[in-house]
């Protein structure tokens, strides 16, 4: 059985889909951040059969949690204070992401106004789809259930 250390402060990202983990490290840009993180792949779970687990230890505030309801709404942010569970924040899929996906619509101003921003919004939140701001380009996430 591995075992990882306690965090004494900071958040834990559970509930993530098996090999999802090193994506959501690179949205969350845990790279450039100066904290301990650790990754579980894989780890066995009796609600999902396998999941992933990152730990961070550093504030709440520090994480874009609008790029974690997009990535996967599920997943569950437990913030940890002096070793223990003090909350638990629920996600949901943002209504607006920016900068976060990009427009693959070639006639899309955003191809051709390289220093404009990548807008996006929920136009179906039972399908999961967003549109860009610009030209209603629909993008779908792809995610398995």
Known sequence: MLNVGKLN????LDHIMAGKSMEIYNYLKLDKMDCCVAIIKNAHSSKMGKKDIIKVECPIDQLDLNVLGFIDHRITVNIIKDGEIVSKKPLA??????NIIHCKNPRCITSIEQGLDQVFYLSDEEREIYRCRYCDEKYRARRKK
């Open 93 to 98: 899929l943002p209504a607006k992401l920016v």
């Open 9 to 12: 402060e900071g958040v834990v």
